[in-house]
Nanobody, 124 residues
Framework: QVQLVESGGGLVQPGGSLRLSCAAS????????LGWFRQAPGKEREGVSY????????HYEDSVEGRFTISRDKAKNTIYLQMNSLTPEDTAVYYC?????????????????WGRGTQVTVSS
């Protein structure tokens, strides 16, 4: 049974940093592409960053490029999202997702596995 559990969210001041974790079970990180998405109040869910299961290549949406870093630890079967230089616009519930391909996660979310999310609030 595939399961994704996010952790690491919280309240942080503008300019601060947080590291989110997503512990995966029921599969290994080589089996699926994984990614981070977020949903702010009143807005649709949007992609943030993705990592390929095949070659570990990393991809970022323009809004977080240069500030966020996605990584994976195969030994712990966990992926991370290091978030730096946070702004209030980054406030959202952050979700971890897994799917056969990055395209599936982004374009066909019903065929992806999703965690329950972790709240990130950036405020002074």
């Amino acid at each position: 049974q595939v399961q994704l559990v996010e952790s690491g969210g919280g309240l942080v001041q503008p300019g601060g940093s947080l590291r989110l974790s997503c512990a995966a079970s029921g599969f290994t990180l080589d089996d699926y592409a994984l990614g981070w998405f977020r949903q702010a109040p009143g807005k649709e869910r949007e992609g943030v960053s993705y990592i390929s299961g095949v070659d570990g290549s990393k991809h970022y949406e323009d809004s977080v490029e240069g500030r966020f870093t996605i990584s994976r630890d195969k030994a712990k079967n966990t992926i991370y999202l290091q978030m730096n230089s946070l702004t209030p616009e980054d406030t959202a519930v952050y979700y971890c997702a897994a799917a056969n391909t990055i395209a599936t996660m982004v374009l066909d979310s019903s065929n992806a596995y999703w965690g329950r999310g972790t709240q990130v609030t950036v405020s002074s």
